[in-house]
């Protein structure tokens, strides 16, 4: 695992280049002209969804990505790389770092949070960065191995659905509870919230839909 590559990213912004299924700036080409052009601007990563989308962005950069695949499982809640396989997947296709649903909801197939964690450690020889929504998922990921701890799915979940992102107190927590990096994610909207995010302690901070989710964007304009 590469630890300097870690380091590298201290103190920096990532830009989460994703769209709906149903966009058409879901194609990998538009998804890879996306990452360049965000790497080109300064963003020191990419979090990319999709082997496909990894894939084309892994073509046109080469500047760390932050990799995923949603998957949805059938009676399972827990969809941002579920299981190891999908994880082995994003690695094959160009993935630095592998990110995973690390809240505390059952898993497919019962597989261990630390067995898919320790998997990709020693497996994929990739860094782990675990999605969580609660201070006691920061905690139970930490002690599981993971690498980085994000707020990814803060107010995404059954728990946390009756608040919303960014989840500013709960990073502070998880800055003085682990020892572990800690990233924000979710719900930055402006170069302001990015500064208070790092002042708050955050390792980096990730924004997506605010630099490239048109869809989202254009609705919140016609509403």
């Given at each position: 695992?590469?630890k300097n590559?870690?380091?590298s990213l ?11 299924v149903?966009?058409?700036?879901h194609?990998?080409y538009?998804i890879?002209a ?6 080109l601007n300064?963003?020191a990563?990419v979090r ?5 989308h990894i894939t ?23 969809y941002?790389?579920?299981?190891f ?5 994003i690695?094959?296709a160009g993935?630095?770092?592998i990110?995973?649903d690390?809240t ?6 019962q597989?261990q949070?630390t067995?898919?964690?320790t ?7 990739k860094?782990?960065m675990a ?7 920061a ?9 980085i701890v994000?707020?990814?799915l803060?107010?995404?979940?059954n728990?946390t659905k009756?608040?919303?992102p ?6 502070a927590e998880?800055?003085?509870k682990?020892?572990v ?17 790092l002042e ?5 901070v ?6 490239t989710?048109?869809d989202?964007?254009?609705k919140?304009?016609?509403s």
């Open positions: 695992m590469n590559l870690l380091q201290n103190q920096t912004l990532i830009v989460s280049c994703q769209a709906p149903e966009s058409p700036l194609d990998p538009v890879a996306m990452a360049k052009a965000a790497v300064g963003a990563a990319i969804d999709t082997p496909a084309a962005v892994r073509q046109q950069i080469s500047a760390p990505i932050i990799g995923l695949w949603k998957q949805q499982i059938p009676g399972y809640d827990v941002i790389t579920p299981q396989s999908h994880a082995e997947a690695a094959k993935a630095d770092i990110a995973i690390a505390l909801r059952e898993r497919p197939n597989e949070l067995t898919i964690i998997q990709i450690h020693q497996k994929l020889g860094l782990v999605d969580i929504d609660t201070i006691e998922a905690i139970s990921a930490a002690n599981a191995g993971a690498d994000a707020t990814t803060y107010g995404y979940t728990q009756h608040l919303s960014p989840g500013f107190q709960l990073l998880m800055r003085e682990l020892q990096p800690v990233i924000c994610e979710g719900g930055i909207s402006s170069p302001k919230m990015v500064k208070q995010a708050i302690g955050a390792f980096a990730v924004v997506g839909t605010d630099i989710g048109i989202a964007k254009l919140a304009y016609l």
